[in-house]
Structure formats: structure tokens, C-alpha cells
């Protein structure tokens, strides 16, 4: 899956293992597992909604963005691209915004 990143600070921090492990310690594996999962992907659809990685849509304060799991508390948020598109078999791009505690 194509990803793109809220901002060039967060895109140069999840693309190097060195500095995700430095600003992410207490979470990396799942982060980097996460991070894994979704490039590995063609598209959104292929990302389980079962744990590990937990895909949901988030509502709320949240409403718009997907989240999978990275530990227990912390989630990787993100959004889709084309707005327009609601089948999960067609969401090929997506755009992290954060890495954060939702609880």
C-alpha cells in the first residue's frame, strides 16, 4: 500500500529504524510490525480486524481516521486518501498522522 505521512518530521522518523526505536522505545516492535504490515499490503482490506493488528475506523474526536494497534494503549492513526472511496478493497493510500494513546 502506498503511504504518505502527516508531516516530513513523522515520515523521516517512521522510515528509519534507528530514530523509531529512539522516539518510540516502550513501542517499537509493534510499531515496526504495524509499519511492516501496512507496506506490505496491496490494500486496506488485506489489514485484519482481529488483534494483532486490530483495523477500526475511530469515531469521536476522531472521527475520519482508521487506527490499527501498536500496544496496548497506543494506536497508529490514519487516514485515507481519496475520501470518496468506501470499499476497503480499493483504499490503496493512506496518510499516518500520529502515533498516540486514543484512551
Given at each position: ?11 523521516k ?41 486490530r ?38 493510500k ?10
Open positions: 500500500m502506498e503511504i504518505d505521512f502527516r508531516s516530513k518530521k513523522l515520515e522518523i517512521l522510515s528509519d529504524d534507528r530514530l523509531m526505536k529512539k522516539h518510540f522505545s516502550s513501542i517499537y516492535s509493534g510499531l515496526k510490525n504495524r509499519m511492516t504490515e501496512l507496506q506490505a499490503v496491496r490494500n486496506l482490506s488485506l489489514i485484519s480486524h482481529n488483534p494483532p493488528p483495523k477500526h475506523k475511530l469515531s469521536g474526536n476522531y472521527e475520519g481516521y482508521w487506527s490499527v494497534d501498536v500496544s496496548k494503549n497506543y494506536r497508529l492513526l490514519f487516514t485515507v486518501s481519496d475520501k470518496d472511496i468506501i470499499n476497503e478493497n480499493q483504499i490503496n493512506i496518510i499516518i498522522e500520529e502515533i498516540t494513546d486514543t484512551h
